[in-house]
């Protein structure tokens, strides 16, 4: 299988970092071939700037130390804030450098600080340069029409290759070249497995498994521990275009490159065979519950849903994950359930994790209550605001509320009587 080169950075990965200020100073507005000076130290940890490209542009920011001990470290981001690549010592010494194809039109950030930022020990005067390449014609995505799996990935100006189950293929990270993608359908409820393993270089793997936008990570691995492969097992949420993403792990200078393979399989569950449904004896439909409360989200982090209730106890009483947790120090009251404490401590990992709380018409006491979202852990390298979804039912009367939650411990508040 052959691939066009490209120069592209780990676009696929995005992480939501702070976003931009609403003003944007004009002194920090670059165009392609600027160059701007300045000091890095305890008092300006980083200074931003600004430029516009448009797409297919393939953008190269230098950030060199000119004076001191200074640990340049430059940060690229859109213009909401996702950082889009960042870099510590990609350049001649300790120096800073990114090269990075713009997907889109628009204004892009970029931050000039030192390794750690704020929390660095490091100073000097700094360079930064601004330069461009005339846009490449990127290849041009196999063209296949909507039908079961839906409209084909669109990862704008970035290229990638179809795969299918069964398939073996083999690729090579670089500095020009960090991340390669692939494209294959899947179908609701198939298990898929993804083996990557090393074959030549001192190439540290990461692998992920996104939607067909190439933007919303549904799992991923990485080598963290050195072992040469990485291994994802997934159950696909919807029959759809799926798109897994090869990069490598980039820290402290540690810019590995190498050669690996890659293997795509699916686990298929049998179909099973309908029996006649055997005769039944009618029997008297259990009570509905008097409270529901459904906490769902999509994403890898780990959010906790709480319920505080109507009690006579001197302190907040709640039912969470603490009910399964330390059942004997924190027992649920009469006639409640607490079903599942979804991604907790991001163990088992699921792609759409659910946390359900139930509580008995007879037993749950009237009064007044509040639901609590709490954001805990990010699952992975992502931190990115979480959506989620709460459906309510109150004695029958059920409505669905919807928030959002970002790290860390971001909160969302709701009350409720009965």
């Not at 213009?79 to 800073?96: F, M, P, S």
């Not at 018409?361 to 979804?389: N, T």
Request: charged letters at 20%.
């Amino acid at each position: 299988m052959s691939r066009t080169p490209r120069v592209v950075s780990m676009l696929l990965i995005v992480a939501l970092s702070a976003g931009m200020g609403a003003a944007m100073a004009q002194e920090s507005l670059l165009s392609y071939g600027d160059t701007a000076t300045g000091v890095i130290d305890d008092a300006t940890p980083e200074h931003e700037y600004h430029f516009r490209a448009e797409a297919g542009d393939v953008v190269t920011v230098a950030l060199s130390a000119r004076s001191g001990d200074l640990d340049p470290m430059l940060i690229l981001t859109d213009a909401r804030g996702a950082t889009l690549t960042q870099d510590d010592d990609g350049g001649e010494g300790k120096n800073a450098r990114v090269v990075y194809r713009i997907r889109a039109a628009g204004v892009y950030r970029i931050v000039a600080t030192r390794y750690d930022r704020a929390g660095g020990a490091t100073s000097g005067d700094y360079e930064l340069t601004l330069d461009a390449e005339a846009a490449e014609t990127s290849p041009t995505p196999p063209t296949v029409e909507a039908g079961e799996f839906g409209a084909p990935p669109d990862l704008g100006a970035f290229a990638y290759d179809r795969i299918t189950y069964g398939d073996t293929v083999t690729g090579a990270i670089s500095d020009d070249e960090t991340v390669q993608a692939y494209a294959f359908q899947g179908r609701a409820g198939e298990t898929v497995m993804l083996n990557v393993e090393r074959t030549g270089g001192d190439l540290a793997l990461r692998v992920a498994l996104f939607d067909r936008t190439g933007q919303a990570a549904v799992a991923e691995a990485e080598d963290a521990a050195g072992r040469g492969g990485v291994e994802i097992s997934f159950v696909l949420p919807r029959t759809a275009y799926y798109v897994v993403g090869v990069g490598r792990l980039d820290g402290n200078g540690a810019l590995t490159v190498g050669e690996y393979g890659l293997s795509l399989d699916v686990v298929r569950l049998p179909t099973e065979t309908l029996a006649a449904p055997a005769a039944t004896t009618t029997a008297t439909p259990a009570a509905e519950p008097a409270i529901t409360v459904s906490l769902t989200w999509a994403g890898a982090a780990d959010l906790d849903l709480v319920l505080y209730y109507p009690s006579d106890a001197a302190t907040a009483t709640s039912i969470d994950w603490r009910n399964i947790a330390y059942p004997e120090d924190y027992p649920l009251p009469q006639g409640a359930v607490f079903e599942s404490d979804g991604n907790g401590f991001c163990q088992d990992v699921a792609v759409r994790p659910v946390e359900t709380i139930t509580w008995d018409a007879d037993a749950a006491p009237v009064g007044d209550y509040e639901i609590l979202v709490q954001y805990q852990f990010a699952c992975g390298s992502l931190g990115a605001p979480v959506d989620f979804e709460i459906a309510l039912t109150v004695d029958g009367q059920t409505e669905t509320l919807t928030g959002v939650v970002a790290p860390p411990k971001g909160e969302y508040r709701t009350t409720f009587a009965r």
